[in-house]
């Protein structure tokens, strides 16, 4: 077997490499235009709601580029997949988003909601020329598209409207929450109850995509996929949040909303790698 055959094999083609050049490129091109456009005429406040925006996008991210190897790792030779060559872009976005969530400087998350606008416009020129882009791109494009309207929504502004404001502070953008109280390092009784209901309901869900029926699927088969999502949830937020606390000498702030991050990718992961395990036995 040649390179090319070689490549080819887990989709990595020159025609995926020379496709995936072209739609980087032209993000690069949209995103700096955009970047400028928006240093121009908007203003962002560095608020929580930014934040979160950074971490929300991280996990669609994350999801995605899952996604892509499970495809390539599990789905027979000649089904139609997710390219490894979009991971250098998810990459960069990531790391940006990453950044994000560190620190909330204006002309960063500008940055990173001009990255993400130019990489969707580069997605959709791809779809109208090419059957490239596959139901997962669409539903990243969807969450992509729904956290910059919650951005704008929270932290951002037009320049006429914030000097035209009757205060300093842009209305509505931030809200002023009560005095947090102290972390815990485990959640409350309303946490777990929806935690371990989510995960039965998903456990449940993931059966029936590999083709069971509903009145086939064994009780204790259920259990073992809940308990088996929560094990795995736990252990994953037992590290960040142990370090930490070892660190800080209290707990993680936001504990609660990290739990249920790390659930959302893990269950992803685990279902829809058994998703496409029941494709290929079918």
Same mark, same amino acid.
């Given at each position: 077997?040649?390179?090319?055959?070689?490549?080819?094999?887990?989709?990595?083609?020159?025609?995926?490499?020379?496709?995936?050049?072209? +739609?980087?490129?032209?993000?690069?091109?949209?995103?700096?235009?955009?970047?400028?456009?928006?240093?121009?005429?908007? =203003?962002?406040?560095?608020?929580?709601?930014?934040?979160?925006?950074?971490?929300?996008?991280?996990? =669609?991210? =994350?999801?995605?580029?899952?996604? %892509?190897?499970?495809?390539?790792?599990?789905?027979?030779?000649? &089904?139609?997949?997710?390219?490894?060559?979009?991971?250098?872009?998810?990459?960069?976005?990531?790391?940006?988003?990453?950044?994000?969530?560190?620190?909330?400087?204006? /002309?960063?998350?500008?940055?990173?909601?001009?990255?993400?606008?130019?990489?969707?416009?580069?997605?959709?020129?791809?779809? %109208?020329?090419?059957?490239?882009?596959?139901?997962?791109?669409?539903?990243? +494009?969807?969450?992509?598209?729904?956290?910059?309207?919650?951005?704008? /929504?929270?932290? =951002?502004?037009?320049?006429?409207?914030?000097? %035209?404001?009757?205060?300093?502070?842009?209305?509505? !953008?931030?809200?002023?929450?009560?005095?947090? !109280?102290?972390?815990?390092?485990?959640?409350?009784?309303?946490?777990?109850?929806?935690?371990?209901?989510?995960?039965? &309901?998903?456990?449940?869900?993931?059966?029936?995509?590999?083709?069971?029926?509903?009145?086939?699927?064994?009780?204790?088969?259920?259990?073992?996929?809940?308990?088996?999502?929560?094990?795995?949830?736990?252990?994953?937020?037992?590290?960040?949040?142990?370090?930490? /606390?070892?660190?800080?000498?209290?707990?993680?702030?936001?504990?609660?909303?990290?739990?249920?991050?790390?659930?959302? &990718?893990?269950?992803?992961?685990?279902?829809?790698?058994?998703?496409?395990?029941?494709?290929?036995?079918?």
């Amino acid at each position: 077997m040649n390179l090319s055959e070689a490549l080819a094999t887990p989709g990595l083609s020159i025609e995926a490499f020379g496709a995936a050049y072209l +739609v980087l490129l032209g993000s690069l091109v949209l995103t700096g235009a955009l970047f400028m456009l928006s240093r121009t005429f908007l =203003v962002v406040t560095p608020n929580r709601a930014a934040k979160y925006y950074g971490l929300y996008v991280v996990v =669609v991210l =994350v999801s995605i580029i899952l996604a %892509t190897g499970l495809e390539n790792a599990l789905l027979p030779s000649g &089904v139609a997949r997710l390219q490894y060559t979009g991971v250098p872009q998810l990459t960069m976005l990531l790391i940006v988003h990453l950044w994000i969530y560190h620190e909330q400087e204006p /002309w960063l998350v500008a940055l990173g909601a001009a990255a993400v606008t130019g990489s969707l416009l580069a997605v959709a020129v791809t779809a %109208t020329v090419s059957d490239r882009i596959q139901t997962a791109h669409w539903l990243a +494009v969807a969450l992509l598209t729904g956290l910059l309207g919650y951005l704008w /929504w929270h932290s =951002v502004s037009t320049k006429r409207a914030f000097i %035209t404001a009757q205060s300093i502070y842009i209305e509505s !953008k931030e809200k002023h929450a009560d005095s947090i !109280k102290p972390q815990q390092p485990w959640l409350g009784l309303p946490q777990w109850v929806a935690l371990i209901s989510a995960s039965v &309901v998903l456990a449940t869900l993931n059966s029936m995509l590999r083709g069971s029926g509903i009145e086939e699927i064994p009780a204790v088969q259920v259990v073992g996929n809940s308990a088996f999502l929560l094990g795995v949830t736990a252990l994953v937020c037992a590290v960040p949040a142990a370090t930490y /606390w070892l660190a800080h000498k209290h707990w993680m702030p936001e504990l609660t909303r990290f739990a249920w991050l790390v659930w959302l &990718v893990v269950g992803f992961a685990f279902t829809y790698g058994n998703f496409l395990n029941g494709l290929d036995r079918a």
